[in-house]
């Protein structure tokens, strides 16, 4: 059981928007500690999606959106994209186990 | 462009050591936190632990201190990841990644290597 709880899947149609959550405790995101989101495509390495809540990298669509709200974050996606088809993993730091922890992972599914 | 080029699938048996590794290029490679990432079949990730090349420290995951070992050579520009009694429950794919603001812990992994594939089995 992940420290970070993410809904294990999500769907929905080319177009529509989606949002799912990664919920966390006192030590980690309640704790002020920075949320990450990564994408995953399967067979492949994760890629930095989201940083500090909020921030895309370079290249990143600005259909991927991020934000917070006391011990969870959440993750958005406009305008659904076949190519959106992937897992989804947060990533924060915890204060009780000093180091990183990851959510369990989110399936999207574009029906 | 930084990259970040690990080594090839490896095949063992329980109890064998081994040692996979995680060369770099693009970036100055003392000065960014680099780390490791299981990923076992059909799960998710799992952080392990991270090394900063330009003093050698190192931080684990406690449900991995003990059974790995992290360390960098610096003259080689490469991290390595390795164990010294494999077991077949630490088959998976591993995979290397750089701290995007170089001293800070609490950065992102901004850039992943390709991933190697560990399998264990008698």
Same mark, same amino acid.
């Given at each position: ?33 920075? =949320? ?23 290249? =990143? ?39 990183? =922890? ?5 399936? =999207?599914?574009?029906? | ?26 970036? *100055? ?48 520009? *490469? ?39 560990? *399998?264990?089995?008698?």
């Amino acid at each position: 059981q992940s420290v970070l709880t993410q809904p294990p899947s999500v769907s929905g149609a080319p177009g529509q928007r989606v949002t799912f959550s990664c919920t966390g405790s006192s030590s980690n995101i309640g704790a002020g500690y920075d =949320v990450h989101w990564y994408q995953q495509v399967p067979g492949t390495a994760p890629k930095l999606l989201i940083y500090d809540y909020r921030h895309r990298p370079s290249g =990143v669509p600005d259909r991927f959106s991020g934000s917070k709200s006391d011990t969870s974050a959440s993750l958005a996606i406009t305008g659904l994209q076949a190519e959106d088809e992937a897992d989804y993993y947060c990533q924060s730091y915890d204060s009780s186990l000093n180091g990183y =922890v990851f959510g369990g992972g989110t399936k =999207v599914t574009v029906l | 462009e930084v990259q970040l080029v690990q080594s090839g699938p490896e095949v063992k048996k329980p109890g064998e050591s081994l040692k996979i590794s995680c060369q770099v290029s693009g970036y *100055t490679f003392s000065r960014f936190w680099i780390g490791w990432v299981r990923q076992r079949p059909g799960k998710g990730l799992e952080w392990m632990g991270i090394v900063y090349p330009g003093d050698s420290e190192t931080r684990y995951n406690s449900s991995f201190q003990g059974h790995v070992t992290i360390s960098a050579d610096e003259s080689t520009n *490469t991290a390595h990841l390795q164990w010294s009694t494999l077991r077949a429950s630490d088959t998976g794919i591993y995979y290397c990644a750089r701290h995007q603001r170089g001293a800070d812990v609490l950065s992102p992994f901004d850039f992943w290597g390709q991933g190697t594939l560990v *399998t264990v089995s008698s």
